[in-house]
Structure formats: structure tokens, C-alpha cells
């Protein structure tokens, strides 16, 4: 009799299990770049709010205050990487007076962009200082060079 009952459930189960399931279509070129920009302008826009608090007169502890802490209990894979880059952001703003907030903005863009296609984490500023400087230095090539340093950065580490 139990034979009999598993084999009646095998006949009814085939053809629901047999069933192709839905595809699911991946997100178009045009999806994926408008989250990335998206998502790297969120990233950047922190450095231009935190030059702006800097420059009213915050101090660097005040403008990290205002940043809102994670718990410490949550694993590093798990952690907010916006919030994590929000303060590197903020950091940067106050240790590297000596480059404007275009100079960064455009260096976290960069970063971000890298990091969302290779899914690694990129070096902070703190790494390139100099080659940072020397980009900001380069007024009309600015963008493109950040890039390329960006690209060299992601090439020294493979």
C-alpha cells in the first residue's frame, strides 16, 4: 500500500516539478548604468556636503557625529558600504585640505564605479595622495586622469 501511495505522489509531483520556470531577464546596459550612477553619486555626494560643513566651521569630529554608526556586532560583509565610505569621505574632506572637492568627488566616483564592476575594494585616498594632487593639478584633464589613475591603481593590484 505504501508503494502504491509514493507512487501515486511521484505521478502528481512530475509535472508541477517538471516545469520550466519563468526566465528572468537580467537588467539591460542602460539598468545597470543608471543604478551604478545612482549609486556612485550617493558615495560622492558626501564629500561635497562634507566640504561645505568644513568650510562653515565644523570640526571633523562634529561632521563624523553626524554620520550615523553601525552596529558593532554586524559582520564586515554585511556592513553598509554608504555608511563605510561616508566616513572615509568625511576623512578625506579634513586630512587632504589641499585638494578641492571636485579633486575627490570625482576620485570617489571613480573608485565607486570600479568597485560595483569588479567587486573589489579600490585604495583610498590616503593611498594616492600625491597622484591626486598631481591630477588637480592637471585643470583641463582632470576627469581623465583620475580615471586612468584609478585603472593603474586596479592594474598594480592584479
Not at 551604478?36 to 560622492?44: E, F, G, I, V
Not at 572637492?101 to 570625482?106: A, D, E, I, S
Not at 576627469?143 to 593590484?157: G, W, Y
Amino acid at each position: 500500500m505504501n508503494r502504491y501511495l509514493n507512487l501515486l505522489v511521484l505521478f502528481i509531483a512530475t509535472p508541477v516539478l517538471a516545469q520550466v520556470p519563468e526566465p528572468w531577464p537580467a537588467p539591460s546596459s542602460s539598468e545597470l548604468t543608471s543604478a551604478t550612477a545612482d549609486m556612485c553619486r550617493l558615495q560622492s555626494k558626501s564629500i561635497l556636503a562634507a566640504d561645505k560643513l568644513r568650510r562653515d566651521g565644523k570640526s571633523r569630529d562634529e561632521v563624523l557625529a553626524l554620520v550615523p554608526a553601525e552596529p558593532q556586532d554586524v559582520p564586515a560583509a554585511k556592513r553598509v558600504r554608504l555608511l563605510e565610505v561616508t566616513r572615509e569621505n568625511v576623512e578625506d574632506v579634513f586630512d587632504f585640505r589641499d585638494l578641492g572637492p571636485y579633486t575627490l568627488y570625482m576620485f570617489r566616483w571613480n573608485v565607486c564605479a570600479r568597485e560595483l564592476l569588479t567587486v573589489t575594494r579600490m585604495a583610498r585616498a590616503a593611498t594616492v595622495h600625491p597622484q591626486l594632487a598631481a591630477c588637480q593639478s592637471r585643470y583641463s584633464e582632470t576627469q581623465q586622469c583620475l580615471q586612468d589613475l584609478v585603472l593603474n591603481v586596479l592594474k598594480a593590484r592584479d
